[in-house]
């Protein structure tokens, strides 16, 4: 069995728990089409009713897929969406789970990024993951620190943290795969200071030099940095200032992950920070608007309520 085909086995059988007669959707489009009918020939193998739905690529994470395409994915009982644009925070996505389809979304996954994560343990994952995601519930503030200069506060009472375990066996389950993050929505309007990326940006890639993000009231008011801080304030003009919302904190917790420029797997290596701009709604937020940014941070040191989470990049649970 080749690498691909083993990780699509374990995405099915061990992460989507798919059963023989289920109806499994995978919605794919062109630069994501091998790793589509890898998937397709998993689940048929595992004896579901499988499809296999190609889209054109969005123009933007977050952009949602043709109505008829969203019609469907409510109709099924599993989507597996490798797509080159996110499907994560689209409408189409969140009425798929509000009916009970159970969901994961990979996007921009290549197939070496596929054979190398999908090899983790998802069961030591789930652990990490729902313990940081506890701790995120049960907090009031957060603060972000990091050797290249981050200092961010956020306000994160009354928000629930949620763990993307890469387990999705119960109705209406959603998340990435890979997977292996805790993440919350930070209160609006409330974060303050300095956030530089330098580990990666949805929407720029791997960063040669960080972007400074300067943040007041909640937004981004400044972006600073070579040519890839141009090239995100290019990506984020067409949204105005909700497409610069604070929208999520985000902790990584995949030992088999490594920083790449595929921001999907960026943001679960073990021991990052993640903090994204635009859209949070998919995640208890009130922020709804087509794009969903990335950044993630090395190193970094994240505390709630004074209490030292991570030090440095190495956890402290």
């Given at each position: 069995m080749d690498m691909l085909k083993r990780a699509a086995d374990v995405a099915v059988r061990v992460c989507m728990g798919i059963k023989q007669g289920e109806t499994v959707l995978i919605v794919v489009d062109a630069p994501e089409r091998n790793i589509g009918y890898a998937l397709f020939d998993a689940a048929r193998e595992a004896g579901a009713e499988a499809m296999l739905l190609e889209i054109l690529p969005r123009a933007m994470h977050g952009e949602e897929p043709p109505p008829q395409v969203a019609e469907l994915m409510r109709m099924v009982d599993v989507i597996l969406a490798p797509t080159s644009r996110s499907l994560t925070h689209t409408e189409a996505r969140r009425r798929a789970c509000e009916e009970g389809v159970r969901v994961a979304t990979l996007p921009g996954i290549t197939e070496e990024v596929m054979a190398r994560t999908l090899e983790a343990d998802y069961y030591e994952i789930a652990r990490r993951s729902t313990t940081l995601a506890e701790i995120l519930t049960g907090g009031r503030s957060a603060l972000v620190t990091s050797p290249s200069g981050t200092e961010l506060s956020l306000d994160i009472e009354g928000r629930k943290g949620y763990a993307d375990t890469g387990l999705y066996h119960n109705p209406g389950d959603f998340g990435n795969l890979p997977a292996g993050e805790a993440f919350l929505a930070p209160v609006e309007g409330k974060a303050e200071g300095v956030v530089v990326v330098d580990g990666s940006m949805a929407g720029v890639g791997l960063?040669?030099?960080?972007?400074?993000?300067?943040?007041?009231?909640?937004?981004?008011?400044?972006?600073?940095?070579?040519?890839?801080?141009?090239?995100?304030?290019?990506?984020?003009?067409?949204?105005?200032?909700?497409?610069?919302?604070?929208?999520?904190?985000?902790?990584?917790?995949?030992?088999?992950?490594?920083?790449?420029?595929?921001?999907?797997?960026?943001?679960?290596?073990?021991?990052?920070?993640?903090?994204?701009?635009?859209?949070?709604?998919?995640?208890?937020?009130?922020?709804?608007?087509?794009?969903?940014?990335?950044?993630?941070?090395?190193?970094?040191?994240l505390e709630v309520d004074g209490r030292v989470v991570l030090k440095d990049g190495i956890l402290k649970l």
């Open positions: 960063l040669e030099e960080p972007i400074r993000l300067f943040v007041e009231g909640g937004l981004v008011r400044k972006i600073e940095g070579g040519k890839e801080a141009d090239v995100l304030r290019k990506v984020l003009e067409p949204y105005g200032d909700m497409g610069r919302n604070v929208a999520e904190l985000g902790v990584g917790t995949n030992e088999r992950a490594r920083i790449t420029g595929v921001v999907l797997e960026d943001e679960k290596v073990l021991g990052t920070v993640h903090i994204a701009l635009g859209d949070n709604a998919s995640m208890g937020g009130r922020v709804k608007v087509p794009v969903h940014l990335d950044g993630v941070l090395l190193r970094p040191t």
